[in-house]
Each structure stands twice: as structure tokens, then as C-alpha cells.
């Protein structure tokens, strides 16, 4: 007989995965059935309308990507650039480092504008960069998991629509933890992953595009540069005509849609107040032991939470007595913040107050020796 896992019951508290509800675990384990299943059929619909509702859109084009965030972000960008288009993109962390890569990939012409890590681009430097380089494109993220800033997206938004650019956001850590706002916010391409303020498990990339995005990915002049990411054969499989593309993940979809249901039941308005209460709780009692808060002032996350050390504490031999001594999950930095700071993530069903109080007393524990 073959054994189960034996593993350990973390609290996960660092930049993702984030604890999944009881409910959406339970419904993974029911029973298969086949993709193009009648049931299965409802499922699509019924995450379609979810997503819609999650990313506060009236675009009908609203799917999960049967992929993690990454391939989110590969098939926003491998569908809106071809050989030669020149884009925008945003570096102030990790994640704007690999929309960078990616596009190069497609042979797109990478127009760089920067940010101190931990800091957000204004207005101004994208219409600058608008003139300057007459871009197809600029992609933004809004939530830098490397860092914990919030990119404030309406006013580029605007500007990016005003020189009849296309606006691509990175909604993979903020999407159900603060307000996304598609359609308010200019936003024609965005992508998000299931396993951060939404609490699947990770697995799927929601992704929507407006009819300008559509129009843009028809009168392309060469075929998607991936075959399994091609959203005109997608499209067909997720519109009406049902036309098989690939095996859905048919677990992970039932997840998703319970994990949205969850969303909608609760609220969004509601689910962003909870993320900042309990972020203000945990930033709270971590500043009163002397921790320091990492990114720019006026632009931080709710939902992961960056600081840098007291004096005298170890950030990477500290975080792994927590994890051995707790069970609690924080993510340490990348690159050049790499044993500088913690990342903390207070993401959807992870986001509670019995989480910050537990935290918060083993932090106490293994920092005062």
C-alpha cells in the first residue's frame, strides 16, 4: 500500500503560496470529470463571470491560463508583441526584471525606464518615455512581490489610452488583496495567479483583455510566438464554439471557482478593508520591536509586508527558526536585498488576526535572546 505525504501544517506567511480554505481543498478532491464535460462547461462559464467580478471588468474575455502566474505574464506579453514592437516596461524589481526577459523573447524592442527597488514610477516618466519612443506598449506591475510597493496605475493608465498605447498589468500578487480596477484604470491586459490574495493553490494565471487588446491580438502580422499560449486558439475553446485546445486542469478549476465564490460571498470592498486591518496590526507590533518598513511610504502593500532587521538579527538564520521552531512560512529577499529584508504576506485566508498575534509572539521569542 502505497503511504501518504506526511508533511508539516505551515503557516504560510510568505509571498505565496497563501493558506487555502478548507472548502476549496474539498472540492479538489472531487470526482473528474472529462474537459469538455456539460458540467465542466458550467464550471467555465461560471469562472468567467467570477473573474469578471474579481477584476471589476465588463471586458468579456476573462479566463484562466492553465499555467502558474508566469505563464500569465508570458501570454499577456507573447500575444501583444510581435518581431520589432517597441514596449515600455517598468523595472523597480524582480518581476519587471522577467517581463523585461520575456519580452526580448518575443523580439520586442525593450524600451528600460527604472526605480529604486522598493520605489514607484510617476506619471511623468512613462509620457516621457511615450514621446520618446512611440511604444506599442507599457507594462507596469502592480504589486512588486520582490519588494511590497503598489504601483498607483489610473494616471498612466490614462496617459497610456490618450497616446493609443497598450496598458499591461501585473496583477499577479494584488488581485482580490487591493482594488485592481481593470476598466477604471485603463488596464487592456492583465494577469493575475490563484495562489496569492485569491488562496487557490497555485496552478492557474486569471487573465483579461479588453477589445482593444482583442483587436491587437487579430491584426497580428505573424502567429503567436507560443502554440499552448495562443489566445486565438483559446478563445475558441473558452467561447462558444468549445473547440479543444488542451486538457483543462480540471481540479484546479474546481478550486478556482470555489475560491472565487468566497471572494464574491465576502466582498471585495470588505476583503481589501481586511487585508489592511490586519496588515496595520502586524506592521504595528513589528515596528514597536524595531523592525523597519522597506518600501516607499504612501505606496506599500496591505498584503505583503517588507521590512528590513533590528540590530543584531539575522534575517535568513532567523526566518528559518521560524519555520523549524513554528511552522511559520516568510519569504526572505532577492538579488541584492538577499539577507536584507523579510517579506511577509498576509494574503487572503492567511490574512487573519490570529496569524499576526501567533507571528508576532514567535518573532518576539526568537529575536530577544
Not at 34 to 55: A, S, W
Not at 325 to 335: H, M, V
Request: overall charge negative; hydrophobic content about 40%; glycine content about 8%.
Amino acid at each position: 500500500m502505497v503511504e501518504a505525504f506526511d508533511l508539516p501544517e505551515r503557516i504560510l506567511m510568505g509571498a505565496g503560496p497563501s493558506e487555502v480554505p478548507p472548502s476549496v481543498l474539498r472540492v479538489m478532491s472531487a470526482p473528474l470529470v472529462g474537459h469538455l464535460d456539460p458540467y465542466f462547461l458550467k464550471i467555465m462559464d461560471e469562472n468567467q463571470t467570477l473573474l469578471r467580478y474579481v477584476f471589476n471588468t465588463k471586458n468579456e474575455f476573462a479566463i484562466p491560463i492553465s499555467g502558474t502566474g508566469s505563464a500569465g505574464m508570458e501570454t499577456a506579453l507573447c500575444n501583444m508583441l510581435e518581431s520589432g514592437d517597441g514596449i515600455i516596461i517598468g523595472i523597480n524589481g524582480l518581476f519587471s526584471m522577467r517581463m523585461k526577459d520575456i519580452a526580448e523573447r518575443c523580439g520586442a524592442k525593450v524600451h528600460v525606464i527604472e526605480q529604486q527597488l522598493g520605489r514607484v514610477f510617476e506619471p511623468e516618466q512613462v509620457e516621457e518615455a511615450l514621446k520618446e519612443t512611440g511604444a506599442k506598449a507599457v507594462a507596469l506591475v502592480h504589486a512588486e512581490t520582490s519588494t511590497g510597493a503598489c504601483q498607483p496605475l489610473q494616471d498612466i493608465g490614462r496617459i497610456v489610452r490618450e497616446k493609443d498605447a497598450l496598458f499591461i498589468v501585473d496583477a499577479v500578487t494584488s488581485l482580490g488583496g487591493v482594488p485592481v480596477d481593470v476598466d477604471a484604470n485603463y488596464i487592456d491586459i492583465c494577469y493575475s495567479a490563484t495562489q496569492k490574495c485569491l488562496s487557490v493553490p497555485p496552478g492557474l494565471a486569471p487573465l483579461t483583455l479588453n477589445e482593444r487588446a482583442l483587436e491587437a491580438l487579430e491584426n497580428r502580422r505573424t502567429k503567436v510566438q507560443s502554440w499552448y499560449l495562443d489566445l486565438n486558439m483559446l478563445r475558441n475553446y473558452w467561447g462558444d464554439e468549445r473547440t479543444y485546445h488542451h486538457t483543462a486542469p480540471i481540479s484546479m478549476n474546481y478550486a478556482l471557482n470555489q475560491g472565487l465564490k468566497i471572494v464574491q460571498e465576502e466582498g471585495l470592498e470588505e476583503r481589501y478593508e481586511r487585508h489592511k486591518r490586519i496588515s496595520d496590526l502586524m506592521t504595528e507590533g513589528l515596528v514597536e520591536m524595531g523592525f523597519g518598513l522597506f518600501a516607499q511610504e504612501g505606496h506599500r502593500l496591505p498584503m505583503l509586508i517588507t521590512v528590513t532587521m533590528p540590530p543584531g538579527v539575522d534575517a535568513d538564520r532567523t526566518r528559518l527558526e521560524l519555520l523549524q521552531r513554528y511552522n511559520i512560512e516568510f519569504a526572505g529577499g532577492f538579488g541584492e536585498l538577499k539577507g536584507k529584508i523579510w517579506r511577509i504576506g498576509l494574503m487572503g485566508h492567511s490574512a487573519s488576526e490570529k496569524n499576526v498575534y501567533y507571528a508576532l509572539s514567535a518573532i518576539k521569542k526568537v529575536t530577544r535572546k
